[in-house]
């Protein structure tokens, strides 16, 4: 497999360091597969990838989810939050002015008289120490973080939508097909208690048809239980109380599991880097970590502070325009020694800076695996769909020849009960299958990051 070489992008503009001195930064590249290892599905036009599904329900759903998730929500409050901490640091490169106003009342022997006065106070930072640049590229970072973050957010909602909603069509089918097998067993039980009461069959194989009937029944109750947590599940990601969410049926088809179709191409591993939220955001801390570095060395050079006031009036009412007082000065701090506390919290910024770059690269390799884990489950289940869709054909003739024979007397009721639990076995692994390929394709495009047009839709009435 060829292997590339991909340096940092986006954060190459922010560890520049202060007052004209670079921040030394450890190697950020990282090697980079040109080529997953599997093959990829063939690709659409469609840029929203679960459009691919061909299911209306689905796209209502992530849509409304999309405008109303919760953790969304907190998200976008989060980036403005950062928006305003980063015009906060911007600002501290102007001059600050304040006003400042006196009235009182003095008392002597002569009698009471008002005294007034006021002027303006400001000060100016020149940044000499190169630290308030160093603060606004690590606001700059943090920011840049949160807008991946949410980004990101919305790629996890829009496949968790997915992935609950092939859930609840599974247990939705699961449903189905358990009231398929359960009528067959029926008519197995029924043909049983009348070959016993004709005296050609024991009690005992009336209890045997009759306790597979009722272990397939028992099933009921756990699918009840994943269909009520899938659904549920989607209403707090709607941001609805859990209840309250009303699902309509699906369309008319072969089955209640949507199938996939075509969906957005996925690229190659180098546009995880470029399209993976949460990689993007381990990269923007990986720059604020770098600013810190450049915040914490910016202490061990000379500061310059300017100061400056307006005064007016001499305290008399009457006096209040008759005076007038401008000063300006300069205070400079220079560090002398403070024990080693500024080397050592510089030596603990550069470890932070450390194993930011180790959680990039890791938040990398996590996002490579997912993908080629998806493309993995891809093949894999694919391939298994044919051979359980033999098996169900083959399961279905055994069953009817051992029912014919065992009409004639040929064949014992375990042959009849054998071959009714591996058709059940089967169509059930089958309709496992196709849940387990549609959610492989969920994760698929999840690990792409390819949800990005996600924002382009908007919720209808549904």
């Known amino acids: 497999m060829m292997i590339g070489r991909i340096a940092l992008s986006a954060c190459g503009l922010l560890l520049a360091g202060c007052a004209g001195k670079a921040i030394e930064m450890p190697d950020a590249a990282i090697a980079v597969p040109v080529d997953y290892s599997a093959d990829l599905p063939a690709a659409g036009l469609d840029e929203v990838w679960w459009r691919a599904f061909s299911d209306p329900v689905l796209d209502e759903l992530i849509a409304r989810g999309l405008a109303a998730n919760l953790d969304i929500a907190a998200s976008s409050d989060r980036l403005r939050a950062a928006e305003a901490l980063l015009r906060a640091e911007r600002a501290d490169r102007l001059p600050t002015i304040d006003g400042a106003a006196e009235l009182g009342v003095e008392a002597d022997d002569g009698g009471a008289r008002a005294t007034v006065g006021g002027g303006l106070f400001g000060s100016f930072n020149p940044d000499l120490s190169g630290r308030l640049g160093a603060e606004i590229r690590l606001a700059t ?18 496949a968790a939508i997915a992935a609950q909603y092939v859930e609840y069509r599974r247990t939705g089918a699961q449903l189905a097909l358990l009231e398929e097998s359960t009528e067959l067993q029926r008519q197995t039980l029924r043909i049983v208690t009348l070959r016993f009461e004709a005296g050609l069959s024991a009690n005992l194989d009336v209890r045997r048809a009759a306790a597979d009937l009722a272990q397939t029944q028992a099933r009921l109750g756990l699918i009840e239980v994943a269909r ?45 880097l470029r399209r993976r939220g949460d990689v993007l955001a381990a990269e923007a801390r990986l720059a604020a970590a770098a600013a810190q570095v450049g915040v914490e060395e910016a202490d061990l050079r000379p500061s310059l502070v300017v100061p400056g006031s307006i005064l007016i009036g001499d305290g008399s009412l009457d006096g209040l325009f008759s ?42 390799l996590l996002a490579l695996g997912e993908a080629e884990n998806a493309l993995v489950a891809i093949a894999a289940y694919r391939q298994r769909a044919d051979a359980l869709a033999e098996a169900i054909e083959q399961s279905e003739t055994a069953l009817g020849q051992s029912n014919a024979l065992y009409r004639e007397g040929l064949a014992s009721l375990f042959d009849v009960l054998d071959a009714q639990r591996q058709l059940i076995a089967s169509r059930q692994s089958l309709l496992d299958n196709r849940a387990d390929l549609a959610n492989a394709f969920i994760a698929l495009h999840s690990a792409a990051a390819s949800a990005d047009a996600a924002a382009t839709v908007e919720p209808t009435s549904m």
């Open 141 to 158: 970072a943090r920011y840049a973080e949160a807008d991946y973050l949410r980004s990101d957010q919305r790629r996890l909602v829009a």
């Open 323 to 364: 005076s007038f007082i401008a000063t300006l000065g300069a205070a400079l701090d220079l560090p002398l020694f403070d024990g080693g506390r500024r080397r050592a919290e510089i030596e603990a910024a550069r470890a932070e800076l450390d194993a930011s770059l180790a959680d990039y690269r890791q938040a990398f």
């Open 228 to 272: 009520a947590e899938a659904k549920y599940t989607l209403a707090v990601l709607l941001g609805e109380a859990p209840g309250t969410l009303e699902i309509p049926a699906p369309a008319v088809g072969d089955s209640a599991i949507p199938d996939y179709g075509r969906g957005p191409p996925i690229g190659g591993p180098a546009n995880l």
